[in-house]
């Protein structure tokens, strides 16, 4: 009995340091021990004690002036190994630059992560708008183009039971209907890519085709992004978002060959 409270405790420690150090990647560049403790829900002694132990560890860092706490660079090797050491990482990182390089839009490729996208790399373009996202960073599925490839990979049912709808709305031309999305989705399977304009951001449109692996099982997918005006599918646009199409599935085919497809 001893033995099973100690591994408790143990694991409840180990859970209560990795909530504090979320908590320091909630948005903010510092956060006081007040903050840390009111994101997380422990007390402020704890929260403290854990600060400490995970400055000890070079885990975090606190400014010598303002006594406010941030990751520590010490964070940097373990997360760039896990980055480094993944497939589709290591197979579309020189794939994505090249493709930012030519058409001057943002490249990014993404996996699923439960209800989310994460982001495993960014390129910006010179005529992309200014790109605040990172490796690590989060997007919701539902209301991106590469979120909309991850999904073809559920049926519908799972889906519904993954996101509950309503679906969140980020601008006023996001989908919230489950039965939209399928249609959506299922264009997407038909046409091998996916389109969105202004539902995750007003001003911004992507192009995003699906990776798949050995098994050709939907493991990633890449996107194109943008202004409306290049991706939105105007009218005025249409020949150029037609090539860039071409340009998103002849890369994600590239990436998909790498990790074994046919």
Same mark, same amino acid.
């Given at each position: 009995?001893?033995?099973?409270?100690?591994?408790?405790? +143990? =694991?409840?420690?180990?859970?209560?340091?990795?909530?504090?150090?979320?908590? $320091?990647?909630?948005?903010?560049?510092?956060?006081?021990?007040?903050?840390?403790?009111?994101? %997380?829900?422990?007390?402020?002694?704890?929260?403290?004690?854990? $600060?400490?132990?995970?400055?000890?560890?070079?885990?975090?860092?606190?400014?010598?002036?303002? =006594?406010?706490?941030?990751?520590?660079?010490?964070?940097?090797?373990?997360?760039?190994?896990?980055? =480094?050491?993944?497939?589709?990482?290591?197979?579309?990182?020189?794939?994505?630059?090249?493709?930012?390089?030519?058409?001057?839009?943002?490249?990014?490729?993404?996996?699923?992560?439960?209800?989310?996208?994460?982001?495993?790399? =960014?390129?910006?373009?010179?005529?992309?708008?200014?790109?605040?996202?990172?490796?690590?960073?989060?997007?919701? $599925?539902?209301?991106?183009?590469?979120?909309?490839?991850?999904? %073809?990979?559920?049926?519908?049912?799972?889906?519904?039971?993954?996101?509950?709808?309503?679906?969140?709305?980020?601008?006023?031309?996001?989908? +919230?209907?489950?039965?939209?999305?399928?249609?959506?989705?299922? %264009?997407?399977?038909?046409?091998?890519?996916?389109?969105?304009?202004?539902?995750?951001?007003?001003?911004?449109?992507? $192009?995003?085709?699906?990776?798949?692996?050995?098994?050709?099982?939907?493991?990633?997918?890449?996107?194109?992004?943008?202004?409306?005006?290049?991706?939105?599918?105007?009218?005025?646009?249409?020949?150029?978002?037609?090539?860039?199409?071409?340009?998103?599935?002849?890369?994600?085919?590239?990436?998909?060959?790498?990790?074994?497809?046919?």
């Amino acid at each position: 009995m001893a033995t099973r409270a100690a591994d408790a405790g +143990t =694991n409840q420690s180990v859970e209560r340091a990795v909530s504090v150090l979320r908590a $320091l990647d909630s948005g903010r560049a510092e956060l006081r021990v007040s903050d840390v403790a009111e994101l %997380t829900g422990l007390g402020s002694s704890t929260t403290s004690r854990l $600060l400490s132990t995970l400055e000890r560890l070079d885990m975090v860092e606190r400014d010598p002036v303002s =006594n406010l706490y941030r990751l520590s660079l010490g964070m940097l090797p373990l997360a760039a190994t896990a980055l =480094n050491r993944h497939p589709v990482h290591r197979a579309a990182r020189m794939v994505l630059q090249d493709l930012a390089g030519r058409t001057g839009l943002g490249a990014n490729v993404a996996i699923r992560r439960g209800t989310e996208l994460m982001f495993l790399c =960014n390129f910006e373009g010179s005529r992309a708008p200014k790109s605040y996202t990172q490796a690590g960073h989060s997007a919701p $599925l539902h209301a991106t183009s590469i979120g909309k490839c991850l999904l %073809t990979g559920l049926t519908p049912k799972e889906r519904r039971r993954l996101l509950p709808e309503p679906l969140a709305a980020h601008t006023e031309y996001t989908t +919230t209907s489950h039965d939209l999305l399928d249609g959506e989705i299922e %264009t997407v399977r038909r046409t091998g890519y996916a389109v969105e304009a202004e539902e995750r951001a007003l001003g911004r449109a992507s $192009l995003a085709a699906p990776v798949r692996d050995a098994s050709g099982e939907v493991v990633a997918a890449i996107s194109l992004w943008g202004p409306t005006s290049l991706l939105g599918g105007r009218t005025e646009a249409e020949g150029q978002r037609l090539a860039l199409t071409r340009e998103v599935i002849e890369a994600a085919d590239v990436i998909s060959q790498a990790l074994g497809a046919l």
